[in-house]
């Protein structure tokens, strides 16, 4: 575009100059033909009149050579603008394809979006106590429940001195097949149908997330027994009851809770527990 716009001003210009000038030359060929067949017989008066017609073609001439002059500077002004308008827009080419450049070289960032980081929370003095139990799924509910019940007695009693955020039971069932090798394992008897334990637990968890830790709590101990060999090879096949969202492979859930502080306790936080747990492990032995 820049090179149609330089070309077109000259090329007009061109022509309007040609104009005047071939005007000029027709009048000086009108005045040659003029002094060259003039009459024998003319009178003075012709010969002013022919004078003077000459002395205003002359004028036209000049006017005309002037007109053309200014046409030629017109035309220079247009050529020198077009010039500048080719160099700007030249120079407009070259910054985009610096820009363009730029662009493809180093390209800005794609946009994140950026991780929520996990919000901390200052370490528990008081304890929420939960009391876990797996439990053999093929038991009647009934006898699971009068199961449960004596466990919370024994929770109970082993907190009553101490400062807790509160005490709650949880359950993970598993199938009668790996509860019957873990009877076994552990030198249990036949009616047997739960197995309890009390961990602590952050007192600003929610209660779901306070249930996936105690069920985490609860079947670490025997994913450890699994991957010792003591279950005679049967799958454990523990199922644990996760919020939406949450993978289920148990190091995923381990994260989570870990960034969730499940466990962070005082040092007041932790003796707290360690009173309760003595005094749990002591009921237990005198049953």
């Known amino acids: 575009m820049t090179d149609d716009a330089t070309n077109t001003p000259s090329e007009d210009t061109s022509a309007e100059v040609a104009a005047p000038a071939d005007s000029a030359t027709e009048a000086v060929q009108g005045d040659a033909e003029a002094t060259e067949t003039p009459a024998a017989g003319e009178s003075a008066t012709e010969a002013t009149t ?27 002004e247009a050529s020198g603008a077009g010039d500048a308008s080719e160099s700007t827009s030249a120079k407009a080419a070259e910054d985009a394809s610096d820009d363009a450049e730029t662009l493809v070289n180093h390209p800005a960032p794609t946009s994140q979006p950026a991780e929520e980081a996990p919000i901390k929370h200052p370490p528990t003095d008081r304890p929420f106590l939960v009391v ?19 466990a919370m007695e024994r929770a109970l009693a082993a907190a009553k001195d101490v400062d807790l ?10 199938s009668p097949a790996p509860f019957g090798a873990l009877r076994k394992a552990l030198s249990l008897s036949d009616d047997t149908v739960a197995l309890y334990d009390i961990f602590p637990l952050a007192s600003h968890l929610s209660p779901e997330v306070k249930r996936v830790a105690g069920q985490f709590l609860a079947a670490e101990a025997v994913w450890t027994l699994e991957e010792q060999g003591l279950l005679g090879g049967v799958p454990l096949n523990a199922r644990l009851d996760l919020p939406g969202g949450w993978e289920r492979d148990p190091k995923a ?22 009173a309760v747990k003595t005094a749990w492990d002591a009921s237990a032995s005198a049953s």
């Open 253 to 274: 859930v381990h994260a989570r809770l870990v960034n969730a502080d499940a466990l962070n306790l005082s040092t007041t936080g932790i003796e707290a527990f360690k």
């Open 132 to 150: 876990t139990a797996l439990v053999d799924s093929g038991v009647k509910a009934a006898t699971a429940t009068m199961s449960h019940g004596d």
């Open 50 to 76: 022919d004078a003077a017609d000459g002395v205003t073609e002359a004028a036209a001439e000049a006017t005309a050579a002037g007109e053309g002059a200014e046409a030629s500077g017109q035309a220079d």
């Open 165 to 174: 955020d509160g005490v709650d039971l949880v359950e993970l069932s598993i």
